[in-house]
């Protein structure tokens, strides 16, 4: 494949060079040519996770197209001299692809979140998005992966969202990914944003881009995770400077 958009290194992991409007449609010519893509929306957690652990970092190489999916990694371009236009994240560029996948007509299979939360994404989107084909669903709490690929494939979807979080998203799409062309994406908890589980950020927090503290404020355990930002525009901060002094 040639690719349709240069690249941006944060901490080695490539990120597209490029704006959702953009983005959105070369993913929507993909589909409709029914080309195997693997889509990574990663955010600062997902580039020191993979800087601690090789075989991850090793995915992420695998995958067509790495989006920056938070503030965080906007601020690291930002930093090193190389910007990037916009956030590109994964829970709005679902949202469009469910959309135009409905005009479509397309096939999607889901896969994740609990199983309460899964039949509300269902009937949540048989009402937004009712011509989409929802040609098969399956939570999250499973134990036989290989079966659940074998679900992927019998379903023939033309795009397969993900929301088991990662790493293990990631890992289950670099794994079975080759037995169905398609567009494989992982989109963490999207699924319960939907369903209406998880409140989303309101569009002024999102402006502002101080969606991480209203996601603190509702889910205070999610402090420790967060703790990985600052730590990780440290070392942006620092590889910026061994650049600017070689």
């Not at 959702?20 to 070369?26: E, G, K, V």
């Not at 600052?230 to 650049?243: G, H, M, T, W």
Request: hydrophobic share 45%.
């Amino acid at each position: 494949m040639t690719a349709p958009f240069d690249t941006v290194s944060i901490l080695t992991v490539p990120f597209i060079n490029t704006t959702n409007q953009a983005f959105l449609s070369q993913l929507e010519q993909d589909v409709l040519a029914h080309q195997n893509r693997f889509v990574v929306t990663a955010n600062p957690e997902i580039l020191m996770y993979a800087r601690e652990h090789p075989d991850y970092q090793r995915v992420l190489h695998q995958a067509d197209y790495i989006t920056p999916d938070g503030i965080g990694v906007i601020q690291g371009a930002q930093i090193l001299g190389t910007p990037l236009p916009e956030r590109i994240t994964g829970y709005d560029t679902l949202l469009d692809l469910l959309q135009w996948g409905s005009e479509q007509h397309q096939r999607v299979f889901l896969l994740g979140a609990k199983p309460a939360v899964l039949k509300q994404v269902v009937a949540k989107l048989k009402q937004t998005a009712p011509n989409l084909v929802i040609a098969g669903a399956q939570d999250g709490y499973y134990t036989d992966e290989a079966a659940v690929a074998d679900q992927i494939v019998a379903a023939k979807p033309d795009m397969i969202f993900i929301a088991t979080g990662f790493p293990k998203q990631e890992f289950f799409i670099a794994k079975y990914r080759h037995r169905i062309d398609g567009l494989w994406m992982g989109v963490g908890g999207s699924f319960d944003v939907i369903a209406g589980a998880v409140k989303r950020a309101p569009k002024f927090w999102q402006k502002h881009h101080i969606e991480w503290l209203y996601r603190l404020i509702q889910e205070p355990s999610r402090f420790k995770r967060m703790l990985v930002l600052p730590r990780y525009l440290r070392l942006v901060k620092k590889i910026a400077k061994q650049q600017n002094n070689s």
